[in-house]
């Protein structure tokens, strides 16, 4: 028998942080945006709220409270500020999960605990000038020698990886050859301060602006050969199933971002009076919230259901992209709807619509594009020989 209900304990989270959210966030979110500041005091607060390492086992500091509690508090951060969210979401699925994931008892011993704590960032180096959605092209390089691996290459648009708090990145290596043209691709841990490795703070950006985004460089860095994240040559693995758990919490991010520009146009248009009525009587309007709405219940019955998957390891690979890429599309669909609604005063700073509308276009482009979702969807539908 299917139960739509959250446990107690969602709902109480729910909750907590919606009450956080609104306190603690949306005064500040503006201000924050318009300088670009990343703030090391809202960190602290979502950590004392242990958003991080929600799903990692008590034995290595987490909470443990599964994905649904996960995507939920994702998705209350992305209703009032997509900085925030975008903080936890990569803190948790990028720079977390790998070492719970992948890493070894030792790797997990010493860095878990502290990320889960919130104390320090961990960041997943992936990305690089040549290499976006060929994520198997990476250039950079790991050579073994001596019992070490110096490392040389880039990487770019790179969540936390250059704020006070980074303390370690998880660099996917090109580690050698496989034949046909093809890497081999491998994982390693790299202290954000070790010899060799510079982080460049990007500005500049037209979403997330108070998220950290940073470009890395490895000048002949040298780490401990025990800094290898599981068996060499799964890096490119451990890279495929890292996104399929991070697009849930992308996913988390459409949707309550479209909850959260429904939410305003909700409430303008009950509020602004044109022709001696609200906004929100006339039928051009009214039907413009009644499709945002249908679209934000459809999105949070798949992503939840992928999440459900999820924790019960169960394959959702499909299931994850589905909900990446809808609940991407549908904040794009709702943003727009917001601004439309809010007329003029929409492309005002001053109103929050603004900030969401220019906050939603990266979901359409990180952790995969909209385009590799479909990719990612219709190979599992058997469509590509």
């Known amino acids: 028998m299917l139960n739509y209900d959250l446990t107690e304990e969602q709902q109480i989270l729910r909750d907590s942080v919606r009450e956080f959210a609104e306190k603690e966030i949306r005064p500040v979110a503006e201000e924050l945006d318009e300088k670009e500041e990343f703030s090391l005091d809202l960190v602290k607060k979502m950590a004392e709220l242990g958003l991080f390492g929600m799903f990692v086992s008590e034995e290595y500091g987490g909470s443990n409270v599964g994905y649904v509690a996960y995507v939920i508090a994702v998705e209350e951060l992305a209703r009032v500020d997509g900085s925030a969210a975008a903080t936890v979401a990569a803190a948790n699925s990028l720079g977390i999960g790998p070492i719970f994931y992948f890493g070894n008892d030792e790797q997990k011993r010493e860095w878990l605990p502290r990320l889960c704590r919130g104390e320090i960032l961990s960041s997943f180096g ?218 003029g005063y929409g492309l005002m700073r001053e109103y929050q619509v603004e900030r969401f509308y220019r906050d939603q276009k990266l979901l359409e482009i990180g952790e995969g594009t909209s385009e590799i979702q479909r990719i990612v969807i219709a190979r599992n539908l058997g469509c590509f020989e």
């Open 126 to 343: 992936l990305t690089e000038p040549n290499a976006g959605s060929d994520a198997g092209g990476s250039q950079t390089a790991a050579e073994l020698k001596g019992g070490e691996w110096i490392i040389n290459g880039s990487k770019i648009f790179i969540t936390n990886s250059s704020s006070p708090m980074s303390e370690i990145i998880i660099v996917q290596a090109k580690t050698g050859e496989r034949g046909k043209g093809k890497s081999e691709l491998s994982c390693i841990l790299v202290p954000n301060k070790t010899t060799g490795v510079t982080t460049k703070t990007m500005h500049g950006k037209m979403m997330w602006r108070s998220s950290n985004t940073g470009e890395l460089y490895f000048d002949n860095v040298k780490v401990p050969e025990k800094n290898l994240v599981g068996k060499r040559g799964e890096g490119f693995k451990q890279m495929l199933a890292t996104l399929d758990r991070g697009r849930l919490a992308i996913a988390a991010m459409g949707l309550g971002g479209a909850q959260g520009a429904f939410e305003l146009a909700l409430a303008y248009s009950k509020e602004r009076r044109q022709f001696g009525k609200p906004l929100a009587s006339f039928q051009a309007i009214a039907f413009k919230l009644a499709d945002m709405a249908m679209e934000i219940e459809a999105a949070r019955d798949l992503l939840y259901k992928a999440c459900w998957l999820c924790e019960q390891k169960r394959p959702f690979t499909m299931e994850a992209a589905m909900a990446k890429l809808y609940c991407s599309e549908v904040m794009s669909r709702a943003v727009n709807h917001a601004v439309q609604i809010h007329g």
